[in-house]
Nanobody
Framework: QVQLVESGGGSVQAGGSLRLSCAAS????????SGWFRQSPGAEREAVAT???????TYADSVKGRFTISRDNAKNTLYLQMNSLKPEDTNMYYC?????????????????WGRGTQVTVSS
């Protein structure tokens, strides 16, 4: 059974940092792209960052230069280092992996999703 469990969210002031973690189990983590997404109720889901099996990362324009995605295949864990946080980064953050296929572009509504971790940034 595939499980993705996020942790590391919390409340910080603008300019602060947080490190999110996502512990993966039930599948061969190193074979699949992994990604971080964020979504508020009633809003569209936004891809924050993805990292493929070769370690190549992509970022949303809104987080480039501030967030860093990484993965530790030995620990089956995905990370998101978030620096210089802004109030507009406030959101629920989810990690995900594709269910059908291996690539980052195959992370969709049918992918494996964690339950999310809340990030709140105050001004």
């Amino acid at each position: 059974q595939v499980q993705l469990v996020e942790s590391g969210g919390g409340s910080v002031q603008a300019g602060g940092s947080l490190r999110l973690s996502c512990a993966a189990s039930g599948y061969t983590f190193s074979f699949y792209c992994s990604g971080w997404f964020r979504q508020s109720p009633g809003a569209e889901r936004e891809a924050v960052a993805t990292i493929d099996t070769a370690g190549s990362a992509t970022y949303a324009d809104s987080v480039k230069g501030r967030f860093t995605i990484s993965r530790d295949n030995a620990k089956n864990t995905l990370y998101l280092q978030m620096n210089s946080l802004k109030p507009e980064d406030t959101n629920m953050y989810y990690c995900a992996a594709p269910k059908y296929g291996l690539g980052c572009h195959e992370i969709d509504e049918d992918a494996y999703w964690g339950r999310g971790t809340q990030v709140t940034v105050s001004s």
